[in-house]
């Protein structure tokens, strides 16, 4: 029988992002569920202390008991490369130790457990959602799920890491900070993300069923109809562009347009016709902080530009180093991404990209964006991801791709975090500023 | 696993359409449009699905994935006296649903064999056993995968562009056609009118 792959990986990949807390929710669980089986805390820290020769063999008598299960029952789609996975999980060492002991509930087994989770690190939503994937389900809307649909549809964590990209375009402007104006941008920018991220799920209901990472979408579970998705994304896109169109200004309406679209109709069907997908989605990456910026002031500044292109170049190493692990994926689901028919070209623009963002923090203070002391305070976090961008380029393999991708997760924040701090101060001058409640006519 | 025993589980899989009313009351009031032409698909399919709804559901039923092609199923509702615009919109979702099943069997069948195959091949061409000693299957790298991976888009490119093509296509027209009919029932409702007992009172397009 030929069953889907299902690779473990993109199970961590998707808690790590979601909740960056994810150690602490472990271990607290760890302590409740350790509780429950009777171990006491010393032995877990034994287990956690043990020697890899012995993590080998914990992990092994887990696996091969999932997989009798697994056999067993007819069901279960989600077979798992046999033995990269026990590779991939030992090579591991940031989440071995949590993903090892995480196993100890699995081997008692629960009454009324059927297959143990096939990964011990997956979150209790993500859990639930597979577990009432296996039933026949009515397609009625109940209204209490609605926002938590909603939430999925529009890829909220998504959408709030764009909103403050937004709002960091906005806070790095030079003008003085006008709270109205600011929670207008991020309002509109946040309803704009969503629309864009509900239309994308809408084109992409079939091939989110194929990919494991994807699978527990709303639309694909069914949980509402195409009908329905197309009417949310309407009815934020329309109060969102005409939110940032009246609220704010012209210009940032403008962009909050061209962003969805292109998104919705440049990116999301590039997907799966050419590898240009990814300097596609890299613009749109790049355009919130720049209608924070233009909704500060009212104009297409270098200094937006040079935020945009921040973004621009980070979007690279992030992007290569998450398609890296998920090659077999793409392949199977028929989207054309760098990482899978060009795989040096990928490596490349990962390491030229990482190395371009010191040059781009050079230019902070050129453009009287930032201070000098920008650069500088900047250089550890930007050496460090050229550093693991070389490391990828030069061994290509899965571990220094994962190592890529969790890096850009912190870079991106604490840049724009070290970006703020270095922001040069103007002296508020009465003839140059622009009153940013009042629509700009600049445009 | 052949070609032959392939297709026959992607004929074993494939989706129902079943009628929720009481098949007496029924063929009684629809008329003879329902039984002539589909009983006996139906009842087919309703055998095939393993699973029945409730008489009494109003809604659509959607299953598990399915193991061949991980899309779901959904079992249609067919309200007493559908007009002939929710008649068509059920057709083109069922023949849609259909149509997408058949691809991606295909497509899944088919890296899944071809994957085999290249493992297979690349294993042989390294004098290597298909299992090692510890019983397991042996598998290839990330990197000697790369190669399969890169080789199957680049083979399969045009078949991925026209199906694309076409699911827009559908997706476009299926969305369209249930904005029409949700219009329509709601101007029913908001005009007072119910749904009739015969063809005569549904409005066709």
Not at chain 1, 313 to 322: D, E, G, I, R, V
Not at chain 2, 188 to 199: H, P
């Amino acid at each position: 029988m030929y069953k889907t792959p299902c690779s473990r990986l993109t199970g961590v990949w998707k808690c790590l992002p979601r909740d960056g807390l994810v150690g602490v929710s472990v271990q607290q669980k760890l302590i409740a569920n350790a509780a429950r089986s009777h171990m006491s805390a010393r032995s877990l820290i034994q287990l956690c202390r043990k020697n890899q020769a012995e993590w080998i063999t914990f992990q092994h008598l887990c696996f091969l008991k999932r997989q009798y299960v697994k056999s067993s029952s007819g069901l279960c789609q989600r077979a798992r490369p046999k033995q990269e996975h026990v590779a991939s999980v030992l090579d591991d060492r940031d989440d071995s130790v949590v993903s090892q002991v995480q196993q100890i509930p699995a081997l008692k087994p629960e009454p009324g457990t059927v297959v143990p989770p096939c990964n011990p690190v997956e979150p209790e939503a993500a859990r639930a959602a597979r577990l009432e994937a296996r039933q026949w389900k009515e397609l009625k809307v109940e209204y209490s799920d609605l926002p938590g649909i909603y939430a999925r549809l529009s890829k909220l964590k998504l959408t709030a890491l764009v909103v403050t990209t937004a709002a960091a375009g906005y806070a790095m402007a030079p003008v003085p900070f006008d709270p109205v104006t600011f929670l207008m941008a991020s309002v509109g920018t946040g309803l704009a993300s969503c629309t864009a991220n509900s239309i994308n799920q809408y084109f992409e209901v079939p091939f989110d069923s194929n990919m494991n990472r994807t699978k527990n979408r709303p639309l694909v579970r069914g949980q509402i109809s195409p009908l329905h998705a197309v009417s949310f994304a309407l009815a934020c896109g329309i109060p969102g562009v005409t939110l940032l169109t009246l609220g704010v200004n012209p210009l940032t309406g403008f962009l909050g347009a061209l962003n969805i679209f292109l998104y919705t109709c440049c990116y999301t069907p590039l997907k799966r016709l050419s590898i240009t997908n990814t300097w596609a989605g890299a613009v749109v990456g790049a355009i919130p902080p720049v209608m924070g910026w233009t909704a500060a002031t009212g104009a297409l500044d270098p200094g937006a530009l040079l935020l945009g292109g921040f973004l621009f170049s980070w979007q690279f190493p992030h992007f290569n180093a998450l398609s890296w692990n998920l090659r077999e994926d793409y392949s199977r689901g028929g989207y054309r991404m760098m990482s899978v028919t060009h795989p040096g070209l990928c490596k490349r623009v990962a390491l030229r990209h990482s190395v371009g963002l010191i040059g781009l923090s050079a230019l902070g203070p050129v453009l009287d964006v930032t201070t000098w002391t920008f650069p500088l305070v900047s250089l550890p976090i930007n050496l460090y991801i050229s550093y693991l961008a070389f490391r990828f380029y030069r061994y290509g393999d899965r571990q220094n791709a994962r190592k890529l991708f969790f890096c850009s997760l912190w870079h991106l924040p604490m840049l724009l975090l070290l970006a703020l701090t270095c922001k040069k101060n103007r002296v508020p001058q009465d003839e140059a500023a622009v009153s940013p409640s009042m629509p700009s006519l600049a445009l | 696993m052949n070609v032959k025993t392939g297709s026959n589980l992607i004929f074993r899989s494939l989706r129902p359409c079943y009628i929720h009313a009481p098949l007496s009351l029924r063929s009684f009031c629809r008329g003879h449009r329902q039984s002539a032409s589909q009983p006996p698909k139906h009842a087919k399919r309703a055998e095939r699905a393993g699973f029945s709804p409730a008489e009494t559901s109003k809604y659509d039923w959607i299953g598990p994935p399915d193991r061949l092609s991980n899309l779901r199923p959904i079992i249609y509702h067919i309200p007493e006296n559908e007009t002939p615009l929710e008649r068509k919109l059920r057709r083109l979702r069922q023949e849609t649903e259909d149509w997408n099943h058949e691809f991606w069997t295909n497509q899944n069948f088919k890296f899944s064999k071809e994957k085999e195959e290249y493992v297979r091949s690349q294993l042989s061409a390294k004098g290597l056993s298909e299992r090692d000693d510890d019983g397991r299957k042996r598998t290839l790298s990330s990197e000697e995968m790369a190669v399969f991976y890169k080789h199957f888009l680049d083979k399969n490119i045009t078949r991925h562009s026209s199906y694309n093509r076409e699911w827009y296509r559908r997706n476009f027209t299926i969305t369209l056609l249930m904005a029409k009919v949700a219009l329509h029932n709601t101007w029913r409702i908001l005009t007072g009118q119910t749904r009739g007992t015969g063809r005569a009172k549904g409005k066709t397009t």
